[in-house]
């Protein structure tokens, strides 16, 4: 009789871990900034269709790097929870907290349950009326938790420690929009070797959470509206 294969959990967990930060590394880094009217999000993305920055509900967004169709399940499950809570509730209960908490539960519960990890790595925003109450939460593949509002700035994906060393040197409270866009190129123009690249505005998906606005907070910009924003502040030297 064969005895039965016996894996530790520990090197189980740690198996799994490394099989979902391989996923997340091959996918083209996220970068999410505050400014002084909000919250941006930039990403190298030529896709018009496969977004990787999305509206949840009325001021909150979601950011994803990975697997598309693990993240996209995730984005629309979130919108659905956010409309039932508000729906159930009041459209002010529905908060970037309670969203991170949800896809929490979920993440933690795959990572610990199921034989493959989501290859998935994931922020939810919230803009509030003053920079002080914004709400920035990054999410890993195992349902860890980080609120990075205290940085001001987050990056996902590939190469995201080197980059984030870039982004700290670059980012400074109270930036303008076309000043925070100007950085986030220039970071995401710097996985390479060598001298950064410069990311024309047709590859780039970008989209900001801009608490001027009366209701619904997010827009997306794209065309000549962003092509004039990085015009403004042209990348430093």
Not at 156 to 170: N, S, Y
Not at 174 to 179: A, I, R, T, V
Not at 218 to 227: D, N, S
Request: charge should be negative; proline fraction near 5%; aromatic fraction near 8%.
């Amino acid at each position: 009789m064969s005895m039965p294969f016996y894996v530790s959990p520990e090197q189980l967990m740690k198996d799994r871990a490394d099989y979902a930060r391989k996923g997340i590394a091959r996918g083209r880094s996220v970068v999410v900034l505050q400014y002084e009217d909000g919250i941006a999000f930039a990403t190298e993305n030529p896709s018009r269709a496969l977004h990787k920055i999305s509206e949840i509900y009325d001021r909150i967004a979601f950011a994803a790097v990975g697997k598309y169709n693990e993240f996209e399940n995730l984005r629309v499950a979130g919108v659905r929870y956010a409309d039932l809570r508000g729906y159930s509730y009041d459209r002010k209960d529905v908060n970037a907290r309670g969203l991170a908490n949800a896809y929490a539960q979920t993440l933690g519960t795959v990572f610990t349950t199921e034989s493959k990890p989501l290859e998935v790595e994931l922020v939810v925003a919230e803009v509030a009326d003053t920079p002080a109450g914004d709400q920035i939460y990054r999410l890993s593949y195992d349902g860890s938790v980080a609120d990075e509002h205290g940085y001001g700035y987050v990056v996902m994906g590939g190469q995201a420690e080197r980059l984030g060393t870039v982004l700290a040197e670059e980012w400074r409270a109270g930036m303008s929009l076309p000043e925070v866009l100007s950085v986030a190129v220039k970071v995401l123009g710097s996985t390479g070797e060598g001298e950064p690249q410069t990311i024309p505005a047709s590859q780039l998906e970008v989209a900001v959470l801009d608490r001027t606005r009366p209701r619904r907070a997010f827009r997306r910009l794209t065309g000549p509206v962003l092509e004039d924003l990085l015009a403004v502040a042209p990348p430093s030297a």
